[in-house]
C-alpha cells in the first residue's frame, strides 16, 4: 500500500547511543518532516525537507540530524540519546511544504532512552 | 503563549449530539489543517483550509482569516468519531500545532 514507511516501531536506547529512524514514502511528495509528540505538548516540527538534498531546520532540531538523498527517503539521526529524547516520532510527508493534498504520516516510533 | 491554541481540551458528548472543536492561532498563516490520531496513535489529515469552509461527510471545517479563528463541526456524532482532533498552521516551511482535543462520544 502507498503511504509512508516508518520503522522501528519501538526502540529503548542507552543514554549516549545513536540510532537512526527510517523514513520512506513512495508518493514521490516532495516535502517531509520529522515531528516529535511529547504529552501535553503536542506535536513539534524537528527537520524537514522540500526535495533531495535539501534540508532545514523545525522547531526543535537539536540532537538531530538529517539528510535527504533521495525523494524518497528521510532518515533521522539520533547523534547522542539523551532521556529528553524520549518521545513518540513522527515521519509525515505531502506534495509541497504547504500541505496540499494534505499530509500522509507514518505510523510513529516510540523511543525510550533510559 | 502557545501560537496555536485549541478548546476545549477534553470534550465528552453522546451519540449523535453536534461537535463544534475551536482553533485560535497568532501568527500569519499559509494555510491550516486539521488532523485526527487514533487512540491507535495513527495520524490521519482530514482537511487544509485556506480560507471559507470545506465538508467531507459529517465534517465540515471553517476558517476566519481576518479573526485567526478556524472551527471543527462534527454532525451526528458517533463512537467511531472518539479521537484527538489536532489544528496545525503552516508557515512557510514550518508548521506549529495545537496540543489537541480529546473527543470520546458515548453511545
Known amino acids: 500500500n502507498a503511504g509512508v514507511t516508518q520503522t522501528p516501531k519501538f526502540q529503548v536506547l542507552k543514554t549516549g547511543q545513536s540510532m537512526t529512524l527510517q523514513c520512506a514514502q513512495d508518493m514521490n511528495h516532495e516535502y517531509m518532516s520529522w515531528y516529535r509528540q511529547d504529552p501535553g505538548m503536542g506535536l513539534r516540527l524537528i527537520h524537514y525537507s522540500v526535495g533531495a538534498g535539501i534540508t532545514d531546520q523545525g522547531e526543535v532540531p537539536n540532537g538531530y540530524n538529517v539528510s535527504r538523498s533521495t525523494t524518497e527517503d528521510f532518515p533521522l539521526r539520533l547523534l547522542s540519546a539523551a532521556p529528553s529524547q524520549t518521545s513518540v516520532y513522527f515521519c509525515?510527508?505531502?506534495?509541497?511544504?504547504?500541505?496540499?493534498?494534505?499530509?500522509?504520516f507514518g505510523s510513529g516510533t516510540r523511543l525510550t532512552v533510559v | 503563549k502557545n501560537e496555536v491554541e485549541q478548546s476545549p481540551q477534553n470534550l465528552t458528548a453522546q451519540e449523535g449530539e453536534f461537535i463544534t472543536i475551536n482553533c485560535s492561532y497568532s501568527v500569519g498563516i499559509s494555510a491550516l489543517h486539521w488532523l485526527q490520531q487514533h487512540p491507535g496513535g495513527g495520524i490521519v489529515s482530514l482537511f487544509m483550509?485556506?480560507?471559507g469552509k470545506k465538508k467531507h461527510g459529517r465534517l465540515i471545517a471553517t476558517i476566519n482569516i481576518q479573526e485567526k479563528h478556524s472551527s471543527l463541526h462534527i454532525t451526528a456524532s458517533h463512537p467511531r468519531d472518539s479521537a484527538v482532533y489536532i489544528c496545525a498552521v503552516g508557515l512557510d516551511n514550518d508548521m506549529r500545532f495545537g496540543a489537541g482535543t480529546r473527543l470520546t462520544v458515548k453511545p
Open positions: 509525515a510527508s505531502s506534495y509541497s511544504a504547504k500541505g496540499s493534498g494534505g499530509y500522509t
Open positions: 483550509l485556506s480560507s
